[in-house]
Every structure is written in C-alpha cells, then in structure tokens.
C-alpha cells in the first residue's frame, strides 16, 4: 500500500490492521509517498505517483521475503496508486483498488459542472496540515485543524490553502473549470494494467462511485475479468470492512487457492432494505416518470406528483433561491455527513419543490443512474439545480434520501427557456408496495457545493452580500426522471480510443 497520510495508519480507518494479513501468512508493505510522512522529497499530488510507483513495486519485489508475487489494496489515494506506473512490466499480480477514479475532474474534483465544495476543502487542508507540520509549523497546524473542526473552512478554507499550502494540488483543481476538459489530469492505464485479476469496491454514498465504475467497466473493455462490490458504504464507514474477502481474492490470485465459494462478477447492497444481491451494469431501467403539479409544489411537500410514462405532465412551479438562507445538502455522496438521512424538513421548505409518486402496488428495485431532464429558466445568468431522490415510508413517517444529484448553470443562457440535465448518484434500492418515490428540486446545496452568486460568475464560497436572489421557472410538460444503466454501461457505445 503507497499513501500520504503516514503509514503507520495503513488505512485502518476502512482495514485490517496490516498484522492480521501477515497472520495470515503476507508480507504487507505499507510505504509513504514522496514528500509524506516520513518519506524524503516534495509532495507533488497524483503527478509524481506515475514515477514513483514504478520504483516502489520493484523495490517490493526486491525485498527478501518476497516471493516476487505482489498485490497492492488500499481506498481513495491509496487506490489510485495501484493504478498508477510508468512500467507495465512492473505491474502487481492483483490490485484491489477501493473508492477512487481515474478522472480527476469528474471522480475527484466535481459534480454536475460545480467544484466539490466541502469535501474538497476538507481533503485539500488534510494534505496541507501534514505539510506545514513536516515544516515544524505548529501554529498553522492547529489554525488548520480548529478551521475543519469549526466548519470556519467551508468560508476561509481558499485563503488557507493559499497561505500555507499554496502548490497543494486541491487548490489547483478549484482554479480550474469544473465544467470543461481543460487543464484537468484523466489518468491512463495501460492495458496490461487493466487486464491483470481486479478487485474494485465502491460505495452508494462515497463521491467516488463513479470512478469505480468507470474502472470497472474500462477493466473489461481491456479483456480484464474484475470484480465489483458496492455496499451501502461512505468513504469511511465500511460496515465491518471487506478484508475477508480481500484475503480470499488474494490468496486466489497470489497463492492459487480457489475462492470458497463462487464469486458472482458483481454484487451490491439494497440502499432500500440492506440485503445484498447480485447486479448488473446492463439492468434494463424502470419506467420512466412525468412531473406534475398546479403551482403548489414549492410550498406544500405533498402537491407534486411523479406519474407513470402514460401520463402527461402538466403545470409549471416557481422556485426561488433567497442566498440568505440556502438550501442545505445534507448527506448523500458528497456531505461530510455522508449517508442516508431523513430530509422531510428539508422539503417543507418553500424553496424546494417536490415531486410524490403514489404509494406502490408492488415492489419496484431502482438500478441504475437516475436522470432529470426539465425545461428551465432563470432571471439571472446563473442558477443551480440540485435535486433529491428519496423513499417516502407509508404514512410519510419517514422521507429517506437515496441520490442526489447537481447540475450548475452560468451565463446569459440562463435567462432563456432551455432543457436542462441532472445525473443522479447511481443507486440500487427497493421501494416497497405501499411507499412512495419522490423528487426534490432546490437552487443550492450548501455546503456541499459553493453558493451560486447569480452573476454568471463560478461560484467559490458561501453567499456573501454580492450574491443575488435568483427565481426559476420550471416547465412541467415534457419534463422527465428516468432510470438508466450504470455509467459503466453507457460507456460500451463510448467512441473513446482509450477503452
């Protein structure tokens, strides 16, 4: 395992601590990158990975008591190490990559054309903490630390980073279009790489999700047979962990033991009732949904309806976003509370607008990446969309956010009638006979994304007095939330030469 966080954690937070796979008969290597912990160099971000993980797989190979077999494990940098060497020819023998990607504006840095607000910050002042504390400077070791205890960061945290840390490669992605190609790193692996027995585990609600699918389905573009897990994870909490399975995947591949029992391509927990179950990236989607509502959906949380594809949609809703008091973003995927939560408050709010379906009649599975597609217009040259999808428990005793999903919209196009987009986080869930589906649209989602000024400007922050109030115009009538395969899938028809 190579990471930057000092290797005396070993990514405990998610694994076994690396005693248990030497009990169980391992070498374990766990090694800082250049520039942390106690590693020599300067810190540089995924740029200097390439290089130096050459060097380190075949230094591992070299010690001793290797056998010259390796495997490498390890979640979010630590996964992207795996992926990451000059020299294919020193590729592991197995790799089991965990909640990461390969695209550093799509996997890591953004959302729906808006930078990753609270969890890039958060991150970003982690990695500088550790490099003012190699320079021995307490005092912004601690401003840094009071500053994400505080939540001060989500206001200050640029100037921070700027202050102390200011080549940190978390900065660098907030300087750049979350919209658009240009400047951002989209790592390659070759072939070989891809090819070799893979492991990848994601989580429903870790912001990496796609990323792993990505991997995934790029794994077996190459020819490689991986394995996919998805539970009903954050980033962090695992749930008692994957390290049984790891070590079955390990010693099937490192000491050619057969796994004890068949291992299914894919499986994935229900975000609905918890059970796991096998997937498939190719499930055919459900049916997809129309909106309806005669003007109340944004004040009263039950007006709004979802209808079945036979229905015509109808009526409009106004919506305005008041900076003052932006919507919250609260779990999900890209909370630094991540996970389920119960949001019926949120959507009493007049500023959210709600969308119920009626209570089921039978058990209907979600699978897939959801996708609102909805006609609108602003009177300011930026807004955002941020959407909610949740299961409403019989009786409404409970809403339980499922996915969330954002898209952000800047310039004088903004002020024109167009269809707009929204993916959802993918999801796999069960709606039970007698609970309701629901849609919730709002214009923020702080601080899960920065606050849009309504100045056709990126937004970098919370709401400040330049901020204006922005009113949205949503066009029912042709208005739609349908299910889709998984973004692994949709990449099969991808004209990309690097699958």
Same mark, same amino acid.
């Given at each position: 395992?190579?990471?930057?966080?000092?290797?005396?954690?070993?990514?405990?937070?998610?694994?076994?601590?690396?005693?248990?796979?030497?009990?169980?008969?391992?070498?374990?290597?766990?090694?800082?990158?250049?520039?942390?912990? =106690?590693? @020599? #160099?300067?810190?540089?971000?995924? +740029?200097?990975?390439?290089?130096?993980?050459?060097?380190?797989?075949?230094?591992?190979?070299?010690?001793?008591?290797?056998?010259?077999?390796?495997?490498?494990?390890?979640?979010?940098?630590? @996964?992207?190490?795996?992926?990451?060497?000059? =020299?294919?020819?020193?590729?592991?023998?197995?790799?089991?990559?965990?909640?990461?990607?390969? =695209?550093?504006?799509?996997?890591?840095?953004?959302?729906?054309?808006?930078?990753?607000?609270?969890?890039?910050?958060?991150?970003?002042?982690?990695?500088?903490?550790?490099?003012?504390?190699?320079?021995?400077?307490?005092? +912004?070791?601690?401003?840094?630390?009071?500053?994400?205890?505080?939540?001060?960061?989500?206001?200050?945290?640029?100037?921070?980073?700027?202050?102390?840390?200011?080549?940190?490669? &978390?900065?660098?992605?907030?300087?750049?279009?979350?919209?658009?190609?240009?400047?951002?790193?989209?790592?390659?692996?070759?072939?070989?790489l891809l090819r070799k027995p893979m492991l990848v585990v994601g989580?429903?609600? !870790?912001?990496?999700?796609?990323? #792993?699918?990505?991997?995934?389905?790029?794994?077996?573009?190459?020819? /490689?047979?991986?394995?996919?897990?998805?539970?009903?994870?954050?980033?962090? !909490?695992?749930?008692?962990?994957?390290?049984?399975?790891?070590?079955?995947?390990?010693?099937?591949? *490192?000491?050619?033991?057969?796994?004890?029992?068949?291992?299914?391509? $894919?499986?994935?927990?229900?975000?609905?009732? #918890?059970?796991?179950?096998? %997937?498939?990236?190719?499930?055919?989607?459900?049916?997809?949904?129309?909106?309806?509502?005669?003007? *109340?959906?944004?004040? !009263?949380?039950?007006?709004?309806?979802?209808?079945?594809?036979?229905?015509?949609?109808?009526?409009?809703?106004?919506?305005?976003?008041?900076?003052?008091?932006?919507?919250?973003?609260? &779990?999900?995927?890209?909370?630094?509370?991540?996970?389920?939560?119960?949001?019926?408050?949120?959507?009493?709010?007049?500023?959210?607008?709600?969308? %119920?379906?009626?209570?089921?009649?039978?058990?209907?599975?979600?699978?897939? $990446?959801?996708?609102?597609?909805?006609?609108?217009?602003?009177?300011?040259?930026?807004?955002?969309?941020?959407?909610?999808?949740?299961?409403?428990?019989?009786?409404? +005793?409970?809403?339980?956010?499922?996915?969330?999903?954002?898209?952000?919209?800047?310039?004088?196009?903004?002020?024109?009638?167009?269809?707009?987009?929204?993916?959802? $986080?993918?999801?796999?869930?069960?709606?039970?006979?007698?609970?309701?589906?629901?849609?919730?649209?709002?214009?923020?989602?702080?601080?899960?994304?920065?606050?849009?000024?309504?100045?056709?400007? %990126?937004?970098?922050?919370?709401?400040?007095? /330049?901020?204006?109030?922005?009113?949205?115009?949503?066009?029912?009538?042709?208005?739609?939330?349908?299910?889709?395969?998984?973004?692994?899938?949709?990449?099969?028809?991808?004209?990309?030469?690097?699958?």
């Amino acid at each position: 395992m190579r990471q930057p966080y000092g290797r005396a954690i070993a990514s405990t937070v998610t694994s076994a601590h690396p005693h248990w796979y030497a009990s169980q008969g391992y070498g374990v290597a766990v090694q800082d990158v250049r520039g942390r912990g =106690d590693s @020599g #160099g300067d810190f540089a971000g995924f +740029a200097q990975e390439a290089r130096d993980g050459a060097t380190a797989l075949a230094w591992a190979r070299s010690l001793p008591w290797c056998n010259g077999r390796l495997g490498t494990y390890g979640f979010s940098y630590q @996964g992207l190490t795996q992926l990451l060497s000059d =020299d294919p020819a020193l590729a592991p023998d197995c790799l089991a990559p965990a909640m990461t990607g390969l =695209d550093e504006r799509l996997h890591w840095a953004s959302e729906g054309g808006a930078h990753r607000w609270a969890l890039g910050l958060a991150w970003a002042l982690q990695l500088a903490a550790e490099t003012v504390r190699r320079r021995g400077n307490e005092v +912004a070791w601690r401003t840094i630390q009071r500053s994400l205890r505080s939540g001060h960061c989500l206001d200050h945290g640029l100037a921070l980073l700027e202050r102390h840390d200011p080549g940190a490669m &978390g900065l660098g992605w907030f300087s750049l279009d979350p919209a658009s190609d240009g400047g951002w790193t989209r790592h390659r692996p070759a072939a070989a790489l891809l090819r070799k027995p893979m492991l990848v585990v994601g989580g429903w609600w !870790d912001a990496q999700l796609s990323g #792993g699918l990505d991997l995934y389905w790029r794994s077996l573009a190459a020819g /490689g047979k991986p394995l996919l897990r998805i539970g009903a994870w954050t980033h962090l !909490d695992w749930q008692g962990g994957i390290d049984r399975l790891q070590l079955a995947f390990f010693d099937q591949h *490192l000491r050619d033991r057969p796994p004890p029992l068949p291992q299914p391509r $894919q499986r994935s927990a229900d975000l609905g009732s #918890g059970l796991w179950s096998e %997937t498939s990236p190719f499930a055919p989607p459900a049916p997809r949904w129309r909106l309806a509502s005669n003007g *109340l959906a944004a004040i !009263d949380a039950g007006e709004g309806e979802l209808l079945g594809p036979e229905e015509s949609g109808r009526g409009e809703v106004w919506l305005v976003h008041d900076p003052w008091r932006p919507v919250p973003g609260r &779990g999900g995927h890209l909370g630094l509370d991540a996970g389920p939560v119960e949001r019926g408050d949120l959507d009493r709010r007049g500023d959210v607008a709600c969308f %119920t379906s009626a209570p089921m009649a039978q058990t209907l599975r979600l699978e897939g $990446q959801a996708e609102l597609e909805l006609e609108v217009a602003a009177d300011q040259p930026g807004f955002d969309l941020c959407g909610a999808l949740s299961i409403v428990r019989r009786q409404g +005793a409970q809403v339980l956010q499922i996915s969330t999903g954002v898209g952000r919209f800047l310039g004088p196009e903004c002020l024109r009638f167009q269809r707009r987009r929204i993916l959802f $986080q993918p999801l796999l869930a069960t709606v039970a006979p007698g609970e309701r589906l629901r849609l919730s649209i709002a214009a923020a989602a702080w601080p899960q994304i920065a606050v849009n000024p309504g100045t056709g400007e %990126t937004p970098l922050g919370p709401a400040g007095p /330049g901020h204006r109030p922005i009113t949205l115009q949503l066009v029912l009538p042709g208005a739609s939330l349908e299910l889709m395969p998984w973004p692994s899938a949709r990449l099969a028809s991808s004209s990309d030469p690097t699958l």
